[in-house]
């Protein structure tokens, strides 16, 4: 049911601009997704839909946004879906606000997820807005966006990623202790890690480019015959010795991936392992996969990705390896900040987003203030009462809402409410 109006009578063209919008939500199948209702994805979709879900199928990704690839339509108002989101902001673009609609038009800057990970993700990287325009102009139907995707991922369970190159001093050990990475790039490139220290930061990234670069571009067959060398040496060595968790996490991606060249490359990227309430962000041009586990994801609207192992689809080796930042050291991890009583703010260096969690314990209440921009709501956990100055309803899982810019939400739980709010980062609607 769309939220019910209650507009004032000196004012009602206003306030209803600011009414909040039921969403009806796009689904991705995703093999590497968890099948049926263990996934959350399947949760939350089954909630927020009134197709006919199979619960045999994978379900990888929920996408909440404008993105064409899967857009989000109003609900209409006997429960079916109605005109898209970005049809309808199109119509209405002073539920951006002013900020947002100069920077960005009339669309929304970020796209919302929410992923659920049963098996690895490619080794993957996306390209800066310089890039970007550059290959969605040379291959549209590869690239579909002209736009940068820098993306934050927020743990809802314990979730592992690959993310980013490993500081010098890790990468020196592993060199030394993964024999098969000389084999595949050379002993004179390896060894150059050698002869490097941190201050010397442009000599850094470029051995680490050459030597990366010829790693991911070996031979096929060499590969194959170097990562069964790999396996066996690892299988035989547990016989003696504790494996590292990042050992043991490469004989997994061996099972998943055989003879594919990411499960070599793992070594060269930190081995992230979040928290349930704790968020990853991650910049144009940085390595990483994710691995397992439940997140929400926000990201700028884009869809480009480049992939370079641990996956079927098509791969762009030289492209990934040329376009990567080679910046080496362990990620920065966002715990959140509390902003007001149960809301947590997590703030990511870019323009286009932002994340609010909202815990709720039973009968508590709380507010969002109003934001000069828009936001988008999801509800993951129990049930309450949202109001603003133009609605007031019933809110549970699986709902989703599109909240137009300057619009204060008063909330109240009826039993322990986990609610997200994705929406434009502060430091762009609020500068210094």
């Not at 079916?80 to 800057?109: A, H, M, Q």
């Not at 996306?126 to 102009?137: G, I, R, S």
């Not at 480019?209 to 067959?221: G, K, Q, V, Y």
């Not at 362990?330 to 509390?338: A, C, Q, V």
Request: net charge negative.
């Amino acid at each position: 049911m769309e939220i019910a109006t209650v507009v004032k009578a000196n004012g009602g063209c206003e306030a209803d601009r600011r009414r909040l919008r039921r969403l009806r939500c796009s689904v991705k199948d995703y093999d590497w997704g968890k099948i049926g209702s263990d996934s959350l994805v399947y949760r939350v979709y089954a909630a927020n839909s009134d197709d006919q879900i199979d619960p045999t199928r994978p379900y990888a990704e929920l996408w909440m946004g404008t993105h064409e690839s899967g857009p989000s339509y109003l609900e209409d108002a006997d429960g079916s879906n109605g005109v898209t989101l970005r049809s309808w902001i199109t119509e209405n673009p002073k539920s951006l606000g002013d900020r947002v609609l100069e920077k960005w038009g009339c669309d929304l800057p970020f796209l919302f997820k929410v992923l659920s990970v049963a098996r690895p993700l490619s080794i993957q990287a996306h390209p800066d807005k310089k890039l970007a325009k550059k290959m969605h102009k040379a291959h549209p139907n590869l690239y579909k966006d002209d736009n940068h995707k820098p993306e934050m991922a927020l743990a809802y369970t314990q979730f592992e990623a690959l993310c980013g190159f490993i500081p010098l001093q890790e990468l020196k050990s592993v060199i030394q202790a993964i024999p098969e990475i000389e084999e595949l790039v050379g002993s004179e490139e390896a060894n150059q890690v050698f002869c490097i220290s941190e201050p010397d930061e442009e000599k850094v990234k470029s051995v680490v480019r050459t030597i990366f670069t010829l790693l991911m571009s070996a031979d096929p067959d060499t590969t194959k015959k170097i990562v069964s060398k790999l396996k066996r040496r690892l299988h035989m060595e547990s016989q003696e010795r504790q494996l590292t968790d990042k050992e043991w996490l490469v004989l997994k991606l061996e099972k998943q991936y055989p003879n594919d060249i990411g499960v070599i490359s793992a070594f060269f990227f930190n081995y992230v392992k979040l928290n349930p309430g704790e968020a990853l962000y991650l910049g144009a041009n940085e390595p990483h996969a994710y691995l397992f586990g439940e997140c929400l994801e926000v990201m700028a609207t884009s869809d480009n990705v480049v992939r370079a192992g641990l996956t079927s689809k098509p791969l762009d080796i030289q492209t990934l390896c040329s376009m990567l930042s080679y910046k080496l050291g362990y990620p920065e991890i966002l715990k959140g900040s509390r902003i007001r009583p149960y809301i947590t703010r997590y703030l990511p260096p870019f323009e286009e987003f932002e994340v609010d969690l909202c815990d709720l314990p039973s009968g508590a209440s709380t507010v969002f203030p109003s934001v000069p921009g828009p936001s988008l709501l999801l509800v993951l956990q129990g049930e309450g009462r949202m109001s603003t100055e133009a609605s007031a309803d019933g809110i549970s899982m699986g709902d989703v809402l599109f909240v137009p810019a300057d619009t204060e939400i008063h909330l109240r739980s009826s039993s322990d409410l986990k609610l997200y709010r994705a929406g434009i980062n502060s430091r762009f609607l609020y500068p210094l």
